[in-house]
C-alpha cells in the first residue's frame, strides 16, 4: 500500500476563539515536496437521537448566526473539557429540551468535515424520556419539536432538514434500527 502520510514540518496557532482554535501548518507531502494545511481544532461534540415510546424524534429548530437562517436538527452540544462523550449527551438533552432518557445508546462516530476540521461528533440513541425543566445557556433560543419518524425522513428528503449531523444521524437509525 502507498504510504499518503502528510508529515508535519512547522506551524502556528493564526487563531485562538472561545470554541474554535485555526491553525496553519507547513507538511512534507508523500511525494517530498511542501504543502501548507490550514484547519480548524474543535473539542468535539455529541448528538443525541431521543426517540419518544411512540417513535416520534425529538428535533430542535433553531436560527444558526453563520448560514443567516433556521435550522431543524436533532440536539448536540460541544464537549466540556475533561467530560465523557455520554455525559455531554445527557447534559445536553435536559439543558436543551428538558428531557433526560432511561436508556442510551452509542450509535457511533461521525468527522463532520474532514477537509478542515478536527471535529468528531458522537452519535447518541436515547429512549424512555422523562420531562423535567430546560436550562438553556445564555444567549440560546431554540424550540423544541416531536416529529414522528417517518415525517422526520421526510424532512432530510425534501431538505427540510440538511444539517450533517442530523441528516448522518436519523439516515444511520433508519438502517440500522433495532
Do not use: N
Not at 6 to 15: L, T
Not at 66 to 78: D, L
Not at 139 to 158: I, Q, S
Request: aromatic fraction near 8%.
Amino acid at each position: 500500500m502507498k504510504d499518503l502520510t502528510e508529515h508535519f514540518v512547522a506551524g502556528e496557532q493564526v487563531y485562538d476563539g472561545g470554541l474554535l482554535k485555526v491553525h496553519r501548518d507547513t507538511v512534507r507531502l508523500p511525494d517530498g515536496t511542501t504543502g501548507y494545511r490550514e484547519y480548524i481544532r474543535h473539542p468535539g461534540a455529541v448528538a443525541v437521537l431521543a426517540l419518544f415510546d411512540d417513535g416520534a424524534v425529538l428535533l430542535e429548530r433553531q436560527f444558526r448566526y453563520p448560514s443567516r437562517r433556521e435550522f431543524i436538527e436533532i440536539p448536540a452540544g460541544k464537549l466540556e473539557p475533561g467530560e465523557p462523550h455520554l455525559d455531554t449527551a445527557k447534559r445536553e438533552l435536559l439543558e436543551e429540551t428538558g428531557y433526560v432518557a432511561a436508556e442510551w445508546r452509542r450509535l457511533g462516530v461521525m468527522h463532520t468535515a474532514i477537509a478542515y476540521t478536527d471535529e468528531a461528533i458522537e452519535l447518541f440513541v436515547a429512549r424512555g424520556l422523562g420531562k423535567r425543566e430546560a436550562k438553556l445557556d445564555a444567549g440560546e433560543f431554540l424550540e423544541v419539536l416531536k416529529v414522528p419518524f417517518g415525517e422526520a425522513l421526510a424532512m432530510v428528503r425534501d431538505g427540510r432538514i440538511t444539517d450533517a449531523k442530523s441528516v448522518a444521524g436519523l439516515l444511520w437509525l433508519k438502517a440500522f434500527r433495532d
